[in-house]
């Protein structure tokens, strides 16, 4: 039963890269979701439920249940995946996102929702621009850059499409509650765009196992990947 990476936005599967250099299992699979480094399929249209069905299909494929884990976008889409097939899921992790009525997008959000101004806002963001972002938020030059080069305009097209077909997510995606297969919720305690008491409800809705990495903000796969790759392998004990 071979452990599934699901990435965030704007991220391709290279996020995990850190995390599996520490993990001592090598049944790993980490696709990078369409149009995020890949090509989109004919008739892909980017939109929330399309990526959810995108990853069902590749689950399927692996023809036994896996452990699953999500960040960001890829949380969303775990959890997700999760309350609408748990046959295909032997354990799951999660984090940096929560399907929960009470959370309001965050201002880049609401910005990528709106057209035109998404738009302005994604020509904006050169590699030097999200470099800056990130470093802000505590993520070394060395590791964002090689990120922020894979942000092409395919992936800021795509992310667009998926945000607009997500602006009632929160309702239109029910939250994931118990029961479920062993979980483990992810957090940093400082996330600037999806506070960490989201990942605590997550955790207490589901029964899961809830850690929160102190002085860590949004991207914990890349701020503390020797941490996150002993509790999933803990985890995956269970």
Not at 73 to 78: A, D, I, M, R, T
Not at 153 to 160: A, E, F, G, N
Request: charged share 20%; hydrophobic share 45%; glycine share 6%.
């Amino acid at each position: 039963m071979p452990a599934f990476f699901v990435h965030g936005v704007p991220d391709t599967a290279h996020l995990w890269d850190g995390v599996r250099e520490h993990l001592k299992r090598t049944d790993i699979i980490a696709p990078s979701m369409p149009g995020f480094g890949t090509p989109l399929p004919d008739g892909f249209d980017c939109t929330k439920d399309a990526y959810v069905s995108w990853l069902i299909a590749r689950v399927e494929e692996v023809g036994e249940p896996v452990d699953i884990v999500g960040h960001d976008w890829g949380s969303l889409l775990v959890q997700r995946l999760v309350s609408q097939r748990p046959d295909l899921v032997r354990t799951w992790a999660a984090g940096s996102a929560a399907l929960d009525p009470e959370y309001v997008w965050h201002d880049t959000a609401k910005i990528w929702q709106t057209p035109t101004a998404g738009e302005q806002l994604m020509a904006s963001f050169t590699t030097d621009a999200i470099v800056a972002v990130w470093a802000a938020q505590g993520i070394p030059a060395e590791v964002a850059r090689p990120i922020a080069e894979r942000i092409d305009d395919r992936m800021k097209t795509s992310i667009l499409a998926l945000y607009r077909s997500a602006t009632n997510v929160v309702h239109e995606w029910p939250q994931l509650a118990a029961p479920t297969p062993p979980g483990l919720v992810l957090w940093g305690a400082d996330d600037p765009y999806v506070t960490a008491n989201f990942g605590r409800r997550l955790a207490d809705r589901t029964a899961a196992t809830f850690v929160a990495f102190p002085e860590c903000g949004h991207w914990w796969p890349l701020q503390r990947p020797s941490e996150t790759a002993a509790l999933l392998e803990e985890h995956w004990q269970r």
